[in-house]
């Protein structure tokens, strides 16, 4: 289950991929923008700030996190990434920290290219820190027993869970689109007494959960400063 207010917790350092993914979306006039896994909602906000004239909703498969954006405003839905299809006058599908969780990510983005209208932009951003010592750790525990059976599911399993930017672009420019793709390194310096227990609490562990307490042994030994290494890409 997820929690919105333990995600919003690193906020600020959660949401600076997000500015500058937008930053370099060039639509002028949006009839409709969709956040396509919106969280919380406090983003998609910044959305219907950037384009005040625009149609701007939110999706996301978390019960909890569309009753989160929805008291902040957003027309925000439950709805699978997976099964969604734009609306003829979706101008700008943007897709911030989602996909990764998504194994068909390939498929949809070029099945969201065919069905938009020329001259639409998709903006996506994917995590691509899953290399990196928390994950690590996390995987080394899901691994084991009793934890095992119970998160064979987890998409996090694996190191390698999102593609190279070379991939997504040469699969996208043989669809047909004008693709930017690039990777940045974010080096964020936490504090506490677990502090990147805490940041990946919000995303990778599940609140609450037994491979969480077990997860602190693993993490104790991992230093403070935490790398967000994320993938993004423009698709017009």
Known sequence: MWDPDVYLAFADQRGRPFYDLLSRVGAQQPRRVVDLG?????LTLQLARRWPDAVVEGVDSSPEMVAAARERGVDAAVADLRTWTPQPDTDVALSNAALHWVPQRDVLMVRWADQLAAGAWI??????????PSHSAVRAVARRE???????????????????????????????????AWETTYLHQLTGEHP?????????????????????????????????KVLSMLIV
């Open 123 to 132: 903006a996506i951003q994917m995590p691509g820190n899953f290399d990196t």
């Open 196 to 228: 990147v227990l805490d940041w990946i609490s919000g995303t990778a562990l599940l609140s609450g959960s037994t491979l969480k307490i077990c997860a602190l042994v693993e993490l104790l030994v991992t230093p403070a400063p935490s790398m967000m």
């Open 38 to 42: 919106c969280g919380p909602g406090n």
């Open 146 to 180: 009793p934890y095992a059976k119970t998160l064979r599911d987890t998409p996090f399993r694996v190191g390698n869970v999102v593609d190279t930017p070379a991939h997504y672009a040469e699969l996208l420019l043989g669809a047909g689109c004008t693709v930017d």
